[in-house]
């Protein structure tokens, strides 16, 4: 299992648009990958589930991946976040 904690900096917080590429890089991947805020988990190969967290800016969230390909997993989940200047 591979985790990493980041601190969302854009002003929207996970919003729709950074969300949707999050989920379209989750899906690339057999790991099971998770965002957690605050104690909850929600699927980030689901639009629906990362919404439904409702990350705002300043929040504190960690990525975990656990599975075959879960460093390559996180590394590009982590891209994702900075070129869409979430984290």
Known sequence: M???QVKIID???LHARPASKITG???KFK???KIILDGREA???SLINLMALGVKS???IE????GLDEAEAIVAIEKVMRDN???
């Open 2 to 4: 591979k985790t990493i």
């Open 11 to 13: 002003p929207i917080g």
């Open 25 to 27: 890089e989750a899906t």
């Open 31 to 33: 790991s099971d990958i």
């Open 43 to 45: 699927n980030a190969k």
């Open 58 to 60: 300043n929040s504190k």
């Open 63 to 66: 990525v975990m991946a656990k």
């Open 85 to 87: 200047k979430l984290i």
